[in-house]
């Protein structure tokens, strides 16, 4: 059965970077030929995409987020990393980690707060 866990901090300053990673059981990154993907859902909005990578490494990231955001992975640990420069609150949200289309991980919340 394929799980999916997020890890990382939760509290991030403002200009300081959030960096989150999924560990997936169950599955393995390079050989699924799936995409690995990076979702947001800020309160009281809807879910927000913010990219993905795929099996042979290469990365997708939303246009509004690409200058920020970068998405790498260890094939080693079957683990793959979200990295969010330049927190600030609107960046606060419940990340989740998901392979397409149908695993999600439980959901890690992340504040852009002093």
């Known amino acids: 059965q394929v799980q999916l866990q997020e890890s990382g901090l939760g509290l991030v300053k403002p200009s300081q970077t959030a960096f989150l990673t999924c560990t997936v059981s169950g599955a393995t990154l390079t050989i699924d030929k799936s995409w690995w993907s990076w979702i947001r859902q800020p309160p009281g909005k809807p879910l927000e995409y913010i990219g993905f990578i795929d099996w042979t490494g290469g990365t997708t990231l939303s246009p509004a987020l690409k200058s920020r955001a970068s998405i790498s992975w260890d094939t080693s640990k079957d683990q793959f990393s979200l990295q969010l420069n330049a927190v600030t609150p609107e960046d606060t949200a419940v990340y989740y980690c998901?392979?397409?289309?149908?695993?999600w991980g439980q959901g890690t919340q992340v504040t852009g707060s002093s």
């Open positions: 998901h392979k397409h289309s149908t695993y």
